[in-house]
């Protein structure tokens, strides 16, 4: 590009401008968190819920950057199980506890995609029977099944 003015002395000079044009830059993250979590977006807003947020901020140039958040929210798990144990057994806990006594009980511990997963363990505990048992026999039996040989 050129541009003709007069210099000072009222001749003509010429001016060349050399122009560079920046491109602005888009880009998109994909990404999750666990319930209850928050994400920052690189514009500084705050997401907790499931959608695609566009985040405008200046790029390394200081032209537009334009980027794309798409962003999953992976629900909590609950679960529950009902156990028995014979008393004197001891039960091991999806969290490693473990728990010899009749109650409810729960666990906090991740799930498969990392988020919290809550099982409730209803546990009872089964006593143990004990039984008397009074024989008798004949004189002269071995045993009650019949009579003497």
Known sequence: MFTHIAN???????ITTNLTVIP???STQTLSICDGATHTLPD???????GVYTSHIANAAGCDSTITTNLTVIPNTTSTQTLSICDGATHTLPDGATATVTGVYTSHIANAAG???TITTNLTVIPNTTST???SICDGNANSDGPAT
Not at 8 to 14: H, I, L, N, Q, V
Not at 44 to 50: N, S
């Open 44 to 50: 500084g807003a705050t997401a907790t819920t499931t």
């Open 115 to 117: 988020c919290d997963s």
């Open 133 to 135: 048992q009074t024989v």
């Open 24 to 26: 602005n830059t888009t």
């Open 8 to 14: 000072g002395a009222g001749c003509d000079s010429t």
